[in-house]
């Protein structure tokens, strides 16, 4: 099997000014063309570490894929490095600088003189096209090894990588065909997840079955090779529906989507509408609904009722619950769900009530305890859940926590 | 100036699996130590793999750090490297085995067996405390160059690198003092700034001005360098004072202050209190002003009014304005400003509404066109933008905004 190395270029890097996300997205797009990576180097803007870090990629690596570097500034020097990596000189492109022009002309301005040292390229290589910047990529070729230079700003590299390079990559491995399925879970930790599915994880395996978890979504990457796309199509199938046995509602989406998406979708598709009425998440969970775009079409409106004196106001929660059972209770998750749905006329709505800390918990009721109520036609159900960590963590699972339960409440 | 390398160890960091925020972390406090870092290698779990990064580390620096490969499980494999590095056997520290068993102990739970390894140490280095985890790190010497290895988890590497690795470096770097004051800017991108301030963040001076962004929040880090810490502290006020001066009240805060933090903070010592109603930032503000924890004491209540109808029914928004003007009009952000405070019967309340994207735009009215209002006893006041990029940007951008307007209107 063909691997790849990653050098990432650029001060900013070294310094701590920028995380290096550029590497993570490659790290797994390359897992994902069955090219992994190897290993990674990340140096400064200097030709000498440039050069030394291509010279250390090519001892044991196929792909050398670099970051960074191709800016017009004095400090940008991955050109003049793979130029002196193989042996050649730099020339001028003709055709690069008319294309650098019309970039800035579309902008209305004159392209300042700097910019023409984009249009040089080490001979024997060729330029990458860059659709959303001027800096242009670099392929070259050194003893049958592929080397290929980005530019550090994440849009640009990531279109570039995913327009140009991915198909001369997907030329390299030829007769390797891969598929790649992601199922999004919530509901249960990456350990317990392991747990459940066993030794599919294991790390030599094909499918090869990837495990990334973000904010409490646990992301399964099912990697699939073989040596055409039907037969690696069907090795993956195999394990999907091995996962989707396992793991049942646990799994409530593929490839990128958000609790918020699947939600959202859903309700669009059924005609439906939902409100939130929100107290420790303090506005989370409207913020995740709206993320999606055309969520006006379902989500109307949303309270954040902190105090007491709002939640009795503006979602009429009975003033003597508040005394009896406190504002952090399953009551008032209820009252609120139901006030928010009564008050927006929605035909679902969530209440949340808890104690997102550092201060304010009690023995009986501890910092991270949360109630969430969902309200609609077929009635009000409320959950307590105790979250620990801290007042970040708290909200932001709280807030997931909700949404999945309108999740499973809309039969998803 | 001595200089670092770090190694990140961890095949989930080449998978994409990862981001790796612990070398970001760690190049920034470098800098701050006054030993940059140069050069950074990510390697799998592979002893040879870690065992070239040793050297090549060591060849051009004078501190290695190493993150990850700690663990207690087979393919944790930086305490074999170290050793075979070292050309020195592992040996087991009975002290440690008992540190190791006390932590499972003070948890309710006997030491897994695998735990055992945990406490095997290449001979002639010391073991670093680990207050939040199982795995100790390790300190080792080699030809005068200093090699610490600390766990992968970022909560134990922070930890451990801030309590017992930092006073090493301070000790190896003795006559060097740095001081670093940061200041918070928003209003301004990067490049005006950098134009506003000129020659002061050239590389090689000292103090040493650094740069970084996130979310429209510029900081800037002056780190000054001297033979003691009073020298250190003067020339870094002068800086200080310089940007203080040029940069006005673009400098928001220090430290690691957010907007929220400061507006809430001066509410808070004022006695004051604020609400919020939103439409195209969908509960993002509120959001924002209630990550601060101990909120609640001024800020009450907050309203997502999406809809027309909940901008009317809810805020008073007069229909006739949503009619004449349309919802996103600077009017509808005065009324809906002026409609939260006088509902939550709060000092201050803030209105925004606009067009997040991707769709909904018109000639007249784009995507990204977003009115803010500020309501408060002082009057009214409202601002148009245009904000551009995608819907998450435009969202983040005008929530920043209007904390923003809040923090100049509260004389910050």
Chains 1, 2 share one sequence.
């Not at 290993?39 to 803007?45: I, K, Q």
């Not at 090869?208 to 055409?228: F, K, P, Q, R, S």
């Not at 107290?279 to 379902?298: E, H, P, R």
């Not at 902190?306 to 998750?333: C, F, M, R």
Request: proline share 3%; hydrophobic share 45%.
């Amino acid at each position: 099997m063909k691997k790849a190395s990653v050098i990432s270029v650029g001060n900013e890097l070294l310094d701590g000014q920028t995380v290096d996300t550029n590497a993570a997205f490659l790290g797994n797009e390359m897992m994902c063309l069955g090219i992994p990576v190897a290993g990674r180097f990340t140096v400064g803007d200097d030709v000498d570490q440039i050069v030394r870090a291509l010279h250390l990629a090519c001892e044991d690596t196929d792909v050398i894929l670099v970051t960074g570097g191709l800016g017009p500034t004095a400090d940008d020097l991955t050109r003049q490095a793979v130029a002196v990596f193989l042996g050649v000189g730099l020339h001028l492109e003709e055709e690069l600088l008319d294309q650098i022009k019309v970039f800035f002309t579309h902008r209305g301005v004159r392209m300042p003189d700097i910019n023409a040292v984009q249009a040089y390229l080490p001979e024997g290589t060729e330029a990458i096209p860059n659709e959303v910047g001027t800096a242009p990529g670099i392929l070259g070729r050194r003893d049958g090894k592929l080397i290929a230079a980005m530019p550090g700003v994440p849009s640009e590299m990531k279109q570039m990588f995913g327009r140009s390079v991915v198909p001369v990559l997907r030329e390299a491995c030829v007769g390797q065909a891969v598929v790649v399925h992601r199922l999004r879970c919530f509901g249960a930790g990456e350990s317990a997840i392991a747990e459940m599915i066993g030794s599919i994880m294991e790390r030599d395996r094909n499918p090869l079955v990837n495990c990334t978890v973000e904010y409490g979504i646990v992301t399964l990457h099912v990697i699939a090779m073989a040596g055409d796309p039907d037969e690696a199509g069907r090795l993956a199938e195999v394990d999907v529906a091995f996962l989707r046995n396992k793991l049942g509602t646990l799994i409530f989406g593929t490839g990128e989507q958000t609790l918020a998406h699947v939600v959202g979708g859903q309700l669009a598709s059924m005609g439906k509408t939902i409100a939130v009425a929100e107290s420790c998440t303090g506005g989370l969970v409207a913020k995740m609904l709206t993320d999606v775009a055309g969520s006006s079409q379902y989500f109307t409106c949303g309270w954040i009722v902190y105090s007491n004196e709002a939640k009795i106001h503006e979602l009429a929660v009975p003033a003597d619950w508040l005394d009896t059972y406190g504002a952090v209770s399953e009551q008032v998750a209820i009252a609120m769900a139901r006030g928010a749905r009564r008050m927006a006329r929605t035909d679902y709505a969530v209440g949340i009530t808890g104690i997102a800390g550092p201060s304010g918990g009690t023995f009986e009721k501890p910092v991270g305890l949360v109630f969430i109520g969902v309200d609609s036609e077929e009635g009000t159900a409320t959950e307590r859940f105790q979250f620990s960590r801290d007042r970040q963590f708290i909200r932001q699972r709280a807030a997931q926590t909700a949404l999945n339960m309108v999740r499973l409440r809309l039969g998803l």
